[in-house]
């Protein structure tokens, strides 16, 4: 009775507030990468401009990283304690097993993400941003998966849905690389514009 009330009282919550944690937290996975794009490309620019970029993508990206990504990790993973709490055999479901795993590597990549901003810091990050960029899918390649296990569990499906899902994400990777790649041509076209006017100018 008391295991009953128990669920019955809780699961809702402990539900609610894992889905917040876990929206919360890939939102900064999706962000914070994008924001170390720009603070590489910002190694470009002249002083005293190049500086003022650096120190302002540091103080964002620390915020994000301490202020809405961390805590948004401790509170899935902390609900999803809660809500296995409530149904424990749900422990010996495979989709599960392969939930965890993937999720265990959206962790990593948090850590990871935590240490690239680390060597932004101190000017010791050796990636370009266009090595960024692909880095920047990761979180995208595991969230989906996750979701779908998440809702259809040990009934994951391998049909023809699955192959179009694959299909839509890797479509999603190469529109932003495309999208990147024009972006790099139209501000290569913009400086060769800007530098034959400052030379006349001269």
Known sequence: MDNLWFIENFQPWFRAFH???FVTWL???FYLPRLFIYHVEAQEQAEPTRTIMRRQFEIMERRLYGIIMTPG????VLMAIGLISTEPEVLQQRWLHIKFLLVGCLIAYHFYCNHIRYQLERNTFMWTSQQLRGFN???TLLFIPVVLLAIFKDEFPTSIVTWLMVGLVVLFVISIQLYAKKRRQDKEKLMANINPSTSVNN
Request: charged content about 10%; glycine content about 16%.
């Open 137 to 139: 899918e990761i979180s």
């Open 27 to 29: 939102a900064g996975l």
């Open 73 to 76: 990790m401790v509170l899935t």
């Open 19 to 21: 889905i917040v944690g």
